[in-house]
């Protein structure tokens, strides 16, 4: 049977859920942008304006090492409280006098907040759905979080235009209690799926995470999952000099980061839509190795108008992501989900800031198209070493008592 979106989205939990993540997601890269606008005026430093965006993913690694959080706080008790503190922070970020080691501070205690509550978020989805309408879910929220980026970066201009860059980031602060508010009001509570050990909070979390590291498949599903993204983000690094580069116009630079989200959208809807769920957990390493394809082209220095049809091929490759969420979902198990979802959010989006910062050191040596092909030949790579090629394995696996251990 196929699943689908109507599966997901008639659930009332579901529906409250993934508003709040278009709510926040939307106010925090309005902020992102406004902050960056901030720092360069107070500073006239492209180096520290640009680290707005690097800070953006640092803290996803340190909230990795508080992971056994969601082993003891209820998870909807836990976002709730993540956004409300979020939104406490963001209100402080906005007062006009802030100073900038404030700001930055701010930004890295938000990605901590986010990081740290991202389990819980997987949690209260796998509760809020019936089991074969989880893909669906897990692809509502991929697409929202695009949508979400899109319209935030433009929103972002525009409010900037009638706002100062602090009313702009107020507005943050408030989408942070909004989604706070819809989580109290519209999900259900749901129990904490692990167990809690007596260790201390960061002993429990290296140990939670040398268990589901132990685990083989799920440490090759992870793995899979923080490397595909690594690469796939050079183009989007790499936007602004290609585009200067073949001689095209500045305003080209949106629609080049436009053309590789709209592929990715159409990838999840062509996946729900059209394959099974076992069909959708087969695809996952050809479909993964498939989206970096187009990228080998860029070899050859295509101009923009074979350059951008190359990138919203790509971009259909994220087929991928409905399996690889089944899988790793199957693989982890209930007791090691909440846990193996924040380390997979901390890996995500560390490795993710790692490649931007690739994908340009590769640029300085060798070229924008360059770099480009290299992160298509090693994104390859990586969905032959990592990928599950043989056939999938739905059952659980059994981890309790090692988690215990």
Same mark, same amino acid.
């Given at each position: ?76 008790? =836990?976002?709730?409280? +993540? #956004?409300? &503190?979020? @939104? %406490?922070?963001?209100? $402080?970020?906005?007062?006009?006098? *802030?100073?900038? /080691? ?10 901590? =907040?986010?990081?740290? +509550? #991202?389990? &819980?978020? @997987? %949690?209260?989805?796998? $509760?809020?759905?019936?089991?074969? *309408?989880?893909? /669906? ?17 433009? &929103?972002?201009? %525009? ?8 009313? *702009? ?58 490397l595909v993204p690594t690469f796939t983000v050079a183009p989007e690094a790499l936007a602004a000099p290609y585009v200067a580069g073949v001689g095209a116009s500045a305003a080209f630079v949106g629609i080049w980061l436009v053309a590789l989200p709209v592929g ?61 969420d089944l899988r790793v979902r199957d693989a982890a198990g209930s007791r090691l989900f909440a846990r193996a979802m924040t380390l997979n959010s901390a890996g995500l989006m560390t490795l993710q800031g790692l490649g931007f910062a690739l994908a340009g050191a ?44």
């Open positions: 049977m196929r699943s689908r979106y109507r599966d997901a989205l008639s659930s009332p939990p579901f529906r409250a859920l993934f508003t709040a993540q278009l709510v926040s997601i939307t106010g925090t890269t309005v902020a992102a942008v406004a902050l960056t606008v901030l720092v360069y005026r107070r500073t006239s430093s492209p180096l520290l304006s640009s680290s707005t965006f690097a800070l953006g993913f640092v803290p996803y690694l340190l909230g990795g090492l508080l992971s056994a959080v969601v082993d003891r706080v209820p998870p909807r008790r =836990l976002v709730i409280a +993540s #956004s409300a &503190a979020s @939104a %406490a922070v963001a209100a $402080a970020m906005a007062w006009p006098g *802030a100073p900038i /080691p404030l700001l930055l501070a701010g930004l890295v205690a938000i990605g901590m =907040l986010t990081s740290v +509550s #991202s389990g &819980a978020t @997987a %949690a209260l989805l796998r $509760a809020s759905v019936p089991e074969d *309408a989880y893909a /669906p879910a897990r692809s509502v929220l991929r697409i929202v979080a695009q949508v979400a980026q899109i319209g935030g970066n433009a &929103a972002g201009g %525009a409010l900037l235009v009638l706002l100062s860059p602090s009313g *702009a980031i107020l507005v943050d602060a408030i989408s942070f209690a909004a989604a706070a508010l819809l989580v109290r009001l519209g999900v259900r509570p749901v129990a904490v799926s692990g167990r809690r050990a007596e260790a201390s909070l960061l002993r429990d979390s290296l140990a939670g995470a040398r268990v589901v590291f132990a685990q083989r498949e799920l440490r090759r599903l992870l793995l899979l999952g923080w990715m959208i159409a990838g999840d809807l062509l996946g729900v839509w059209r394959l099974t769920s076992e069909q959708q957990r087969r695809v996952v390493a050809p479909a993964a190795a498939a989206s970096f394809l187009p990228y080998l082209a860029f070899a050859v220095h295509p101009g923009l108008a074979l350059a951008l049809p190359l990138l919203a091929v790509g971009g259909l490759g994220a087929v991928y992501s409905l399996g690889l590769e640029a300085q040596l060798a070229g924008s198209p360059a770099a480009i092909a290299i992160a298509g030949a090693c994104g390859i790579a990586a969905a032959v070493l990592f990928g599950p090629w043989r056939a999938a394995q739905t059952s659980e696996t059994v981890v309790s008592s090692r988690l215990e251990a």
